[in-house]
């Protein structure tokens, strides 16, 4: 265990070909991270690991191509105009897997970049706000670097690391990068409420981050009795925990506390986790596991989608053959969900894009990625209604498809249905 004075010194221990682990989102330790690039003319053929990150990727621009690679397991915003080559590619695994591909060394990690909050008397530091597959990462890797930050919540649940168990580590006093809520709009509204009169009092939820999840838990106020058991969490969360509406009494796994794999937000909600016992920030593998997520009552999942066909097909990582973000733990929630007493499992979307064009189509692009596949997706909610697509025959499902779509849609998707169903 060495202090060092600045972030170059401390990362003199990544060499050349090493497999280089760097905690994600509002996690990334964004001073290590700009170290490390600093230090690309001495480093050749270094493959950089990583969910969404925060902050600058420059990593990733061609002019550090002889010194970096990237194997994206999420892409997030700041990566989608690089992704697509070989150099910065895309490495699709179910979110609840990935702790396993370093556990197992089927991908091992020489080093794990971390952003952590301080020592308590103990010497025990958390992963702060990103336990997810960050904790796999750090029992992992065979050298720890991490960037000690007094502004890093510190959690209860499985991101516990002692400093005994960091090899190289230096002080940082940054503020955790934010990511305010967005507004509603009347679309993600309406999305919502229909979204709220399908889940019962009681029910566990998950759901991400964005507009309609966020227009999903506004209208939760009146409901009772909720539990969360989710991936992620962020600040539309605490309206309903403040307001009663989540005790997470009804619980069958953490009765009585929120289940999360990692937190992004404002600083509301990193102030809401930092040292409270009733957040347990766990392993992704345990978060995500579909029989774990079963064992809770009315688990209702809300995911997005990029499009969806007609049969019911959920296209969710790319646009076409250009990946715009991951498999994540879709499917994870989606089968956990669907086995669970009462469970529903829910696709939300717009009914079209800003652009003007249905999410609802008669065929994918092609080389857009299933996600979903037809027979796990039961609900779809636009803001035209609700499809439950559970128990239909293809053609009862192209007909509540389009019966949701953008009403300018309609007559075109079933112009294309019944072409689909002629060519075959």
């Not at 076409?320 to 086995?339: C, E, N, P, T």
């Amino acid at each position: 265990m060495t202090r060092h004075a600045t972030a170059s010194e401390a990362l003199a221990c990544v060499q050349s070909g090493h497999r280089v682990f760097v905690h994600g989102g509002a996690a990334t330790p964004t001073v290590l991270v700009d170290a490390l690039v600093a230090q690309a003319e001495r480093l050749r053929d270094v493959e950089l690991i990583h969910i969404h990150v925060v902050g600058k990727v420059d990593y990733a621009l061609p002019e550090y191509a002889r010194s970096f690679r990237v194997a994206n397991l999420f892409v997030g915003h700041n990566m989608r105009p690089h992704i697509g080559s070989a150099r910065v590619d895309y490495l699709p695994c179910f979110l609840s897997e990935i702790p396993n591909l370093f556990r197992s060394g089927r991908r091992p990690l020489d080093v794990a970049l971390l952003h952590v909050s301080p020592p308590d008397e103990h010497g025990f530091c958390t992963l702060g706000v990103s336990v997810d597959v960050a904790q796999a990462a750090a029992d992992s890797a065979k050298v720890i670097v991490a960037q000690v930050n007094p502004n890093m919540p510190r959690v209860h649940g499985d991101g516990f690391i002692h400093m005994s168990r960091i090899h190289h580590w230096i002080e940082v006093d940054s503020a955790i990068p934010e990511l305010p809520q967005p507004p509603i709009g009347p679309e993600e509204a309406a999305i919502g409420r229909f979204a709220a009169e399908l889940i019962e009092d009681g029910a566990t939820l998950q759901m991400g981050i964005g507009g309609v999840p966020d227009a999903v838990l506004a209208a939760l106020k009146g409901h009772r009795h909720l539990g969360i058991h989710t991936e992620m969490m962020s600040d539309g969360v605490l309206d309903l925990i403040y307001s009663g509406a989540v005790d997470n009494t009804q619980k069958k796994i953490h009765p009585g506390k929120i289940v999360v794999g990692f937190v992004t937000g404002t600083r509301k909600v990193y102030d809401f986790i930092d040292d409270n016992p009733q957040v347990a920030l766990l392993d992704i593998a345990y978060v995500n596991n579909p029989t774990i997520i079963a064992r809770n009552p009315k688990v209702t999942a809300i995911n997005s989608a990029v499009e969806i066909d007609l049969t019911g097909q959920v296209c969710a990582d790319s646009v076409g053959h250009r990946i715009i973000s991951g498999v994540g733990g879709q499917m994870d929630f989606i089968r956990g969900a669907s086995l669970s007493p009462g469970g529903k499992p829910i696709i939300a979307l717009s009914s079209r894009t800003k652009k003007g064009e249905s999410r609802l189509v008669s065929a994918l692009r092609p080389g857009a990625g299933v996600v979903t596949t037809r027979q796990h997706v039961h609900f779809v909610i636009t803001e035209f209604g609700v499809a439950d697509l559970y128990g239909r025959t293809l053609h009862e499902r192209a007909r509540a498809l389009i019966a949701i779509a953008h009403p300018e849609d309609r007559e075109h998707l079933e112009r294309a249905w019944r072409d689909v169903t002629r060519s075959e």
